[in-house]
């Protein structure tokens, strides 16, 4: 089957500033909703999240949507899942739309997890018999079984995800609408949710919306890039992670930007990050170096679930994300296993790096095995321009003699 599921033609989308702006707009939103009158000027403290949108997408399709933070990825996953309308604009679906936009979305926090299936359900558009015909797939896929008795809001934010997307992909879906809410949970859960995706795009269309490159690059047949509400590309994956890197680039041009380390990110269910302290090895200003030469890291960790593989790496990364180099305890040290409750303390000294002029941040990520537990940007920096001439990314220590030799 190739027919088209999604139709989204030249979508506009603002919203208001302040609380001022705020209530107008919901104003006007209510008068041109009860007479059909236009609302498509923008007003003083209104700004467009979303501008000249258009995108067809098929049956057995999947596209990602790619951008830094708002960009408009979000705003377009809720007008295609119809919980907001646009301004200016078209969005028309065919058949079934199952949206899993966060994890609160379409959960009582009081109602328990059994309740909450049959609610989201109906939210949903699904009947008592739909939710009762897959009740017991929706709970064998989410593992919550021992705690569906429990109201929601006594649950994780790893249990809630996999509440919400246990429902979400047990509905028969045309549509299936993911935001980055992935990022939640456990590493196996999250490669078991992939491969029921993998599943679904056979007879579904997906949208995608992610910060992770790697989930775009495996799982998405197109990716589009947003940019301040606007279409920068539309095409081949690889071209549109180029395309979100260069647009990374020119925002850095003024500052040391981050985002190129996908996020920020903390699995609490697993592991705390209980002290972090960093020591340059050179005395200067904050910030901006003369020269660059290394530091010393010291970790104070606890686990809370057994660590089998822990692995910290600490990659050095230029203002546009291109990686200088790394390290990673994976080397230079026995595998750290921990059990529930433990802490440990780990130390790193890094030296002779000899980094030229140019602007830097410095990320520690910490992994067990292939699961994601924790990144965070611990440095930037500047160095200055100096005279002595340097070429590519750092300068090497080096030792010079000189040898005279007689004559033959």
Not at 9 to 23: E, L, M, S, T, V
Not at 292 to 300: E, P, V
Request: charged share 25%; glycine share 8%.
């Amino acid at each position: 089957m190739s027919d088209t599921l999604v139709t989204v033609d030249d979508i506009w989308k603002k919203f208001p500033r302040n609380q001022r702006a705020a209530r107008r707009h919901a104003r006007r939103q209510l008068w041109s909703q009860l007479t059909g009158s236009s609302n498509r000027e923008l007003l003083t403290d209104e700004f467009w999240a979303l501008q000249e949108f258009s995108l067809q997408l098929q049956r057995g399709e999947a596209v990602g949507i790619i951008g830094l933070n708002g960009s408009g990825k979000s705003t377009t996953l809720s007008i295609i899942a119809d919980h907001q309308q646009p301004d200016r604009g078209a969005c028309r679906t065919s058949g079934k739309v199952s949206a899993f936009i966060n994890l609160s979305s379409g959960l009582n926090m009081n109602l328990s997890g059994l309740e909450n299936i049959y609610l989201k359900g109906a939210l949903d558009g699904r009947t008592r018999q739909e939710m009762r015909d897959a009740l017991d797939d929706i709970v064998d896929f989410s593992g919550l079984s021992g705690h569906l008795q429990m109201p929601v809001g006594k649950y994780s934010s790893g249990m809630k995800m996999r509440l919400a997307f246990s429902i979400a992909i047990h509905t028969s879906p045309d549509i299936l609408l993911v935001d980055e809410v992935l990022s939640v949970g456990d590493f196996e859960f999250r490669q078991k949710c992939m491969e029921r995706m993998q599943e679904i795009r056979k007879q579904a269309a997906v949208v995608l919306v992610t910060h992770s490159m790697n989930d775009v690059s495996r799982f998405c047949d197109r990716a589009i890039v947003l940019d301040k509400g606007k279409m920068l590309f539309d095409g081949d994956v690889g071209d549109a992670i180029q395309v979100y890197r260069n647009a990374e680039s020119e925002l850095a041009a003024g500052g040391v930007s981050t985002s190129h380390v996908e996020k920020e990110f903390e699995n609490t269910d697993a592991l705390s990050v209980l002290e972090v302290e960093f020591d340059d090895l050179a005395d200067t200003t904050p910030d901006a170096y003369d020269a660059f030469d290394g530091f010393k890291l010291r970790l104070r960790l606890q686990a809370h679930r057994p660590i089998r593989n822990l692995v910290i790496g600490i990659p050095i990364k230029r203002h546009n994300g291109d990686m200088i180099t790394a390290v990673t305890s994976e080397h230079h040290s026995e595998q750290i296993t921990l059990d529930a409750g433990d802490c440990a303390d780990l130390e790193v000294s890094v030296s002779h790096l000899g980094l030229n002029p140019g602007r830097y941040s410095i990320v520690i990520g910490i992994v067990d095995g292939p699961e994601f537990l924790y990144r965070k940007v611990i440095k930037t920096l500047r160095i200055r321009n100096s005279e002595q001439q340097t070429w590519g990314n750092y300068t090497p220590r080096s030792d010079w003699r000189r040898v005279i030799t007689g004559r033959s």
